[in-house]
């Protein structure tokens, strides 16, 4: 496992972060009158924000360090498929929260 | 200048009352982003600072687990960016009622601009109740309380969560935020299977270096929503009686 990034690296990176952020909102507000957004590309811009935080997701859940982590035991799998639930049930995303740190919690203490 | 006119700050207020109902939800998103960016391994001044200059939660959080793990600065950045992307389709809708405003303003409206804000925006265009005068103001309004609630909440998740101990995992609500964030969504079936490429080629992808598995993923998620949405029915009474 690497170091974190710290000290000007990090800097670096939050005002990168900072920087993409504020293009990516700014972007078409600022472009000139001519620019038009391919109907195509909308498609594909629309569904890239949640295929990039589900790749973020699953690896985070079911991989524990560098080995795969399926057991129903694992507790983050436990703490997701609460939250889940409760957001079939409910958007309130506090409720989403807790039942999952929660479940979370538990599985980690008990099991 | 010399004093705002009665007009624009009516304007300006009503802009800031339209958002009071969506406020708590702002809240608790800054606060669990602000507990996850100390919980991910932020230190209290690099956490506010990146609270202030990023202003958005997806991407803060989406960066965390990869800062932790000392990945270059383009895989950190690059991910952002992809997280970002929904934002070049919200000031595409934007623009039309602001293309009058000077470049200045128009860069403020957007810096300011985020998931909820913009929600509300099209909803009152479309539903008629946007202010026929200094939609600006109106805006400013909006975003101005929604930025207040927002980083309030984050540096108070900050400041409390360097008190709480590693060990109750509270890291975890990062990893929750973001589901909270994509469940909603998945009831489209194009992103619905989007998502379940991504998840796919994320975990068997997972060993590349630098997270490039990340982007695989991402692409593959991208492409598999694109073409499901090529053949999701449509609602248009043109196409609805087409056997394509």
């Known amino acids: 496992m690497n170091e974190p990034v710290a000290g000007i ?3 670096v990176v ?48 079911l991989i524990h360090g560098v080995a795969y982590d399926f057991s129903p035991l694992n507790p983050r799998l436990i703490g997701t498929l609460a939250a889940g639930l409760w957001l079939c049930w409910s958007r309130n995303i506090l409720g989403c929260l807790s039942s999952g740190m929660i479940a979370y919690s538990l599985a980690r203490i008990f099991l | 200048m010399t004093g705002i006119e009665p007009a624009r700050r009516e304007v300006f207020l009503q802009g800031r009352r339209a958002i009071l109902h969506s406020l708590p939800g702002a809240a608790t998103w800054g606060l669990v982003s602000g507990v996850a960016m100390v919980k991910g391994g932020l230190t209290v001044p690099w956490a506010i600072f990146m609270s202030l200059t990023v202003y958005a939660g997806s991407a803060q959080l989406a960066a965390l687990p990869l800062i932790a793990t000392g990945m270059p600065l383009w895989v950190i950045v690059g991910t952002g960016f992809i997280t970002n992307l929904r934002f070049v389709i919200y000031s595409a809708a934007l623009r039309p009622y602001f293309v009058d405003e000077p470049l200045r303003k128009r860069a403020a409206l957007g810096f300011f601009m985020t998931d909820f804000t913009f929600t509300l925006f099209m909803r009152a265009a479309q539903e008629g109740w946007l202010p026929g005068r200094h939609r600006d103001a109106w805006f400013a309004g909006v975003c101005s309380n929604n930025w207040i609630t927002w980083q309030v909440s984050a540096v108070t998740g900050i400041v409390a969560a360097s008190y709480v101990p590693t060990d109750w995992g509270l890291e975890f609500t990062g990893t929750l935020a973001l589901i909270a964030l994509v469940g909603p969504a998945l009831q489209a079936r194009p992103a619905l299977m989007g998502a379940i490429a991504a998840a796919v080629v994320a975990l068997l992808a997972h060993g590349l270096p630098y997270r490039l598995g990340l982007f695989v993923a991402a692409l593959a998620g991208i492409v598999v929503a694109t073409l499901a949405d090529d053949w999701r029915p449509r609602e248009s009474p043109v196409d609805s009686g087409s056997t394509s």
Request: charged share 10%; net charge positive; hydrophobic share 55%.
């Open chain 1, 9 to 11: 690296a990090l800097a």
């Open chain 1, 14 to 61: 939050i005002v990168g972060l900072a920087l993409t952020t504020f293009l990516t909102r700014t972007s078409f507000l600022l472009a000139g009158s001519r620019l038009q957004l391919n109907h195509r590309i909308e498609v594909a811009l629309r569904y890239a924000p949640v295929c990039t935080l589900t790749a973020i997701i699953v690896p985070d859940v």
